[in-house]
């Protein structure tokens, strides 16, 4: 059974604007990443999984995105934290347009409820850090 949005993109960014390597984004206060690699394109949520540093200010490696504070080290294949296979990093499908990278919109969704949970005392419904 479907809920009707899993066909739904939502732009991200700009093809062209994006840099070799980590690329900060937002959504409605929802923080993401964007890996550019070559022709290759990931996106990720923005906040690591042990204490929420941003994944923007992460490090590349050849195959990992590498949280900056404690280096907890995410696959760029799957989002999946080395050594620890239940434990993954979101990771969007994407859809690369002529000139827009879109994620999907029921993966978002998913993510922006999840941050606001975190803090349910915020008054603007968005994920504060
Ligand atoms: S906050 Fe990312 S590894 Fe600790």
């Known amino acids: 059974m479907t809920n009707g949005n899993e066909n ?7 093809v062209a604007d994006l840099s070799e390597g980590i690329n ?3 959504v ?9 690699k070559g022709e ?8 690591c999984l042990h204490q929420e540093a941003p994944m923007a200010q992460g490090i590349l490696e050849e195959n990992h995105l590498v949280c900056s ?3 907890w080290k995410y696959s760029l ?3 999946e934290l080395e050594g620890e296979p239940g ?17 999907r919109m029921d993966q978002f969704n ?6 606001t949970s975190f803090d349910e005392d915020d008054d603007d419904g968005v994920y504060v850090p």
């Open 8 to 14: 739904r993109w939502l732009p991200l960014a700009r």
């Open 40 to 47: 290759g394109l990931s996106v990720f949520a923005g906040r």
């Open 87 to 103: 434990i993954t990093l979101q990771k969007f499908e994407c859809c690369q347009t002529d000139q827009d990278l879109e994620i």
């Open 28 to 36: 409605d206060g929802v923080e993401l990443v964007i890996v550019k």
């Open 77 to 79: 294949e799957t989002g």
């Open 110 to 115: 998913e993510l922006k409820a999840l941050y």
């Open 69 to 71: 504070k404690h280096l």
């Open 24 to 26: 900060a984004a937002a």
